[in-house]
């Protein structure tokens, strides 16, 4: 609850780019933490990150209504705000999916393997947990550099509706 208190007034005194740009750099940060589990043999080190990750939603799911009335005219303003609001369920549904393909193929190479060491290496093994961390880190990074690069003004040139244009 705090977070949304801080995210309205980040969005009251900062652009829209700014606030975007910080929450970019918490979940690239907090990504990362959560890596440093394995290093450091603790598992606060994955709360932490993941309480980071966290911290940020609000300020993600705050920006959508704002983007939607400065980057869309009227008219697509519904299907804009429907799309960006569903961008976050369909990533969760994503890294799921990535997870299950992940745990199907380790488990194929434990079957088909002949060595009896193997069987330790099954998917919710610290390891296993790790290397699927580490591709969802790496997802995640390459989203956060992505955004870095191309969303580079708060405001399209020219203001799509009337909405876009108060401020």
């Known amino acids: 609850m705090p977070s949304f208190i801080v995210a309205t007034q980040l ?10 740009l ?5 979940i690239f940060i907090g990504s990362w933490m959560r890596l440093l589990s394995k290093p450091f043999d603790s598992i606060w080190w994955l709360i932490a990150g993941q309480t980071i990750i966290g911290t940020s939603s609000p300020l993600t799911t705050g920006g959508v209504s704002i983007i939607a009335n400065y980057w869309f005219a009227d008219n697509e303003r519904g299907k804009a705000t429907s799309f960006m609001m569903m961008s976050n369920p369909f990533g969760i549904f994503v890294s799921f999916f990535i997870q299950v393909l992940y745990s199907i193929s380790i488990n194929n190479n434990v079957k088909n393997s002949s060595d009896p060491e193997d069987e330790a290496k099954i998917i919710y093994t610290k ?3 790790q290397q699927m961390l580490l591709i969802e880190t790496i997802f995640t990074s390459f989203a956060c550099l992505y955004f870095w690069v191309v969303f580079r003004t708060s405001r399209p040139p020219s203001a799509p509706s009337l909405a876009a244009t108060r401020r």
């Open 127 to 129: 390891e296993g947990v």
């Open 11 to 20: 969005y009251n005194t900062m652009t829209l780019r700014k606030v975007l």
């Open 22 to 26: 910080i929450c970019s750099i918490l």
